[in-house]
């Protein structure tokens, strides 16, 4: 149920989704829904984002691990998500950003997930811009905006159906990240 949630969530949203369709599509019967969800939607949508934000803190984990600059780091990223846009038809993007949009205002624990989900990989970018000789007084508001323009990328390219905007803000974004060393 919860990947089923976690990607109707992504593709149409928090109020688009309703609790029938995620029974539906993941073939779980009524009750297990209510056994393991006694919150109802926003208790799924919570544990949805949760989840979806730690596989997402992972990926960019494993990226930036990978790369040696940050030049490579943001081809990687922006590799790996335009291979996401692309692959679904530009149906999925940020996997917290639709919710975050559409429930944050109703629920606070749907709010309190997205800022956790976001949380985390402000953290995992902070830590690596460090190791990459970014001083700390500056890595954090670096990393905010270093998501900030891939989470604002995401959403171009989704509407314009076009990865090129990502790519441009990967370009620009290794640029700044490496006029920020020390």
């Known amino acids: 149920m919860l990947d089923t949630a976690m990607g109707l969530f992504q593709r ?17 019967p009524r009750g297990s829904l209510y056994f393991h969800f006694p ?4 208790q799924l949508a919570a544990e949805a984002v949760e989840v979806a934000g730690r596989r997402m803190c992972e990926l960019i ?11 490579q780091a943001a081809a990687l990223l922006v590799d790996a998500f335009s291979a996401v846009l ?4 530009f149906q999925s993007g940020c996997p917290i950003a639709t919710v975050a949009l559409e429930a944050t205002a109703d629920s606070s624990e749907v709010r309190s997930a997205c800022g956790g989900a976001y949380g985390s990989w402000l953290e995992v970018l902070e830590s690596r811009f460090v190791d990459w000789g970014v001083p700390g007084d500056e890595a954090g508001d670096l990393a ?4 900030s323009m891939v989470e604002g990328a995401l ?5 314009q159906r076009d990865v090129s905007v990502l790519r441009a803000v990967g370009r620009r974004l290794a640029a700044l990240l490496e006029s920020a060393r020390r």
């Open 12 to 28: 149409q949203g928090y109020h688009a989704t309703g609790l029938n369709q995620v029974l539906k599509e993941s073939e779980a």
């Open 39 to 42: 919150g109802g939607k926003q």
């Open 86 to 89: 692309e692959g679904s038809d």
């Open 144 to 147: 905010a905006v270093a998501l």
């Open 61 to 71: 984990e494993e990226l930036l691990r990978r790369a040696e600059d940050p030049e």
């Open 155 to 159: 959403l171009l390219a989704r509407v």
